[in-house]
């Protein structure tokens, strides 16, 4: 009965791949959003979709690309993986693109 | 300058202290303030929420908002080594699409 799930927990892989990432949530939300934190634990957003519709896109590079099937699924996939894009990608959902948003447990990048 | 700042530590404290947590922040247009938790490999989870300026206690947690000063504040009473965690501030200006703006979190040891 996970809240906000996301997959792999883990991700290893050498730069220059291409990966996905992949969430789902079962709180009957309409909001999800990406956010990364770095090294030092800054957490900042990177994208938010209300009902399959971007509203929040913020400065990232192209090579990030959200795709929302639907409302309980938000994926992020990440072309000609960088170093700097090593980091805890971190799933989230609210109503209505509001202020209590509730986390799913994050997925490690590291790039080789 | 960042928007939130929020001192890292590390902070450690004996178990029963009362431990205060604190950020400052320049938008004077956030109106909405959150604490989160967030445990070692975990998401975070949202511990308390204020909306514009007063108190607002929970159990031994209690949060304070000072929009005059633009600091907010988290207590913790009697606290306990389960309360070792990184606590995150975030803000939100209203109507502002669920866009999070996050402190960069303070990492609190709570020792028995």
């Known amino acids: 009965d996970t809240a906000v799930s996301q997959t792999p927990k883990y991700l290893v892989t050498q730069m220059g791949n291409d990966k996905s990432i992949k969430c789902e949530q079962n709180l009957g939300h309409d909001t999800m959003y990406w956010y990364k934190q770095d090294s030092k634990k800054f957490l900042k957003i990177m994208f938010s979709?209300?009902?399959?519709?971007?509203?929040i896109n913020e400065t990232v590079p192209n090579r990030f690309s959200p795709k929302s099937p639907d409302k309980a699924h938000l994926n992020l996939h990440i072309n000609s993986l960088e170093l700097g894009d090593s980091a805890v990608y971190f799933c989230?959902?609210?109503?209505?693109?509001?202020?209590?948003?509730?986390f799913g447990p994050g997925t490690r990048l590291l790039v080789l | 300058q960042k928007e939130v700042e929020q001192d890292p530590g590390p902070l450690s404290v004996p178990e029963g202290a009362i431990v205060s947590l604190n950020c400052t922040y320049s938008n004077s247009a956030f109106q909405y303030f959150m604490w989160y938790r967030q445990y070692s490999r975990k998401g975070p989870e949202l511990l308390m929420y204020t909306y514009s300026s007063g108190n607002k206690e929970d159990g031994r947690f209690t949060a304070q908002v000072d929009k005059s000063s633009k600091y907010i504040s988290l207590f913790i009473r009697d606290s306990q080594p389960s309360d070792s965690a990184t606590y995150l501030c975030a803000m939100m200006s209203s109507g502002n699409t669920g866009k999070l703006i996050f402190g960069q979190g303070t990492t609190l040891q709570v020792k028995p």
């Open positions: 979709y209300n009902n399959k519709e971007l509203i």
């Open positions: 989230a959902s609210s109503y209505l693109s509001q202020e209590t948003q509730y």
